[in-house]
């Protein structure tokens, strides 16, 4: 995929979401993203440095696992939903990673169109 896709939003959604391959400078976006989905937990905590140190280079990180990374933007270029898939083309299996929705995206069918995507491009 060269572009990003419009994801068409329900009545009374946000108006206009984007899906675009993830790039290397996504991943402070990305982090505030898993950032404020770790706050909705109590006690879950958010450690980028400890737990996350490939947001640094997000996109190289799942090509070199033969994967895909990509991200859901609003009009103003927030990240608002992100996912990844890693493939091992020995075992031909695949698995998703870093499946995360702001919380003002769930409910929406968002997530449907991310899988859907994801199966799209393994083929």
């Known amino acids: ?9 329900p009545a ?5 979401l984007a899906l675009r391959p993830a790039r290397n400078a996504d991943g402070d976006g990305v982090s505030d993203l898993i950032a404020s989905v770790f706050a909705q937990y109590p006690g879950c905590v958010f450690d980028r440095a400890g737990e996350f140190p490939e947001l640094d280079a997000i996109a190289d990180d799942f090509r070199a696992s033969h994967g895909r990374m990509w991200v859901v933007e609003d009009r103003d270029g ?3 939903g992100c996912f990844g898939v890693k493939y091992d083309p020995e075992t031909r299996e695949a698995e998703l990673h870093k499946v995360y929705l702001d919380q003002s ?15 799209t491009w393994l083929g």
Do not use: E, F, N
């Open 78 to 80: 927030r990240i608002l």
């Open 12 to 16: 009374g959604a946000i108006t206009h």
């Open 1 to 9: 995929m060269t572009g990003s896709d419009i994801i068409p939003k």
């Open 105 to 119: 995206c769930r409910g929406q069918g968002v997530a449907q169109r991310l899988l859907a995507k994801a199966l």
